[in-house]
């Protein structure tokens, strides 16, 4: 009974281990999400759909909160971190909306 | 005496002429009427709790018939001037994009992209109307919230493939052959704006929506967003208000024709209502389904129609949270909602039903 448990505990920290190798770049790129998803809809929210921050708040809110998103009303740049990243993004110019900086 | 006779009559031809077919230009106009919108009012814009994101939460309805409008309603803060998040809706009004290019004899539907875009290498048998179908045959996982560790989508525009959208969507491996399988995909439309791209000049590249289809049907509010490339975000990027994105709408239920010019050859629009077979065989129940990057109100074999209150020729854009620009030929009606859906309340059935509820109590 005992070895049979260990069996299938091998088994499992085994399989874990080859599902996280095997999504090993999706895990990596995952606490990316939320930051750059904030940012970006964000300031498309202020800056192109011209609603004021209270509503653009809320509007990106997600399940997991952020540890802070602030906004440069000045230069129209919105910077968010979460998840222990940080991501920016800011207005490119007029009709071109958007974007996440690299 | 004869001659002023002449004149008056040629002058109540031109009014005749002229009253039967409304253009938005400079502006729309609204239709006089009397009718009851209470139950799309009830329908699309509930009392909603204030905290929350429950239910159907519409943030425009505009609904237009022979181009006049017939209704009009915002929720704040979202305005008439609003260039709203048209999200998926994008994807429709680039092909509309891709239409005026195709007119100008800028490509052939069968052409393989590659010879647009070169990144495309690795893929040289996926043609325009491959990518137009959605069935490039590329691996991919379409999905927004729900399973963001392996979507396609949400790498694509938020980590791995921002810089590139195109590019990212290049070095997917292939799935299936090209053209065999419909598989909803916002990659084969960003290399669709990526081998637009690459059909013009350098220097005409950049304004090119502007130019060739915003500006001819007087939209003001547009704005498209771009990649780290440069490259339009064909598949989710676009920002127009609801009178704006009414007016692509125009543009299609006129087959292309936008006043006395004909922006888009004969023949486009009907691609773009065609059923693309293998979509048609596949689709879910309730599911539209795919033409020429357009949804249409077909049925798959053997069923219902998936928006059943609607006539068979109604078409769509479709965009995530509920965006939505539906043309419906045959009653010459257009509607736009905007919405900020959350959840799966909304029903594009319930809502088309409403509209054309109200225009049978008016014919009656």
Known sequence: ?102 | MRRLWQGVGLMLLCACAAAQEVWPVPDWQRADNALNWQALDDYAFPTLAASGRAGVRSDALLVIRDGRILYERYRAPTRATTPHLTWSVSKSVLATLLGVAYGQQRFQLADPALRYYPALHQHPDVRLIDLLHWASGLDWQEDYEYAPLNSSVVAMLYTRGRQDMAGYTAARPAAVAPGTRFLYSSGDSNLLAAALRGMLADQDAGDYARRALFDPLGIRSAVWERDGAGTLVGSSYLYLSARDLARIGLLLLRDGRWQDQQLLPKGWVSFNRTPFAPAQAAAAPGEPIAGGHWWLNQPAAGRARPWPDAPADTYAALGHWGQALYVVPSERLLIVRYGDDRDTSYSHNALLARVLAVLAEEAR
């Not at chain 1, 970006?40 to 990106?60: L, P, Q, T």
């Not at chain 1, 952020?66 to 490119?92: F, I």
């Open chain 1, 1 to 102: 009974m005992k070895r049979w448990l260990r069996f299938a505990a091998l088994l499992l920290v085994g399989g874990a281990g080859l599902w996280v190798w095997s999504a090993r770049q999706a895990l990596h790129d995952f606490p990316d999400i939320l930051p750059a998803y904030s940012a970006k809809e964000y300031c498309s929210c202020r800056f192109v759909m011209g609603f004021d921050a209270a509503y653009c708040r809320r509007y990106v809110e997600q399940y997991l909160p952020l540890a802070s998103l602030e906004e440069d009303t000045a230069r129209q740049s919105v910077s968010a971190q979460g998840l222990g990243r940080r991501q920016q993004a800011a207005v490119q110019g007029a009709g071109e909306g958007c974007r996440l900086l690299p």
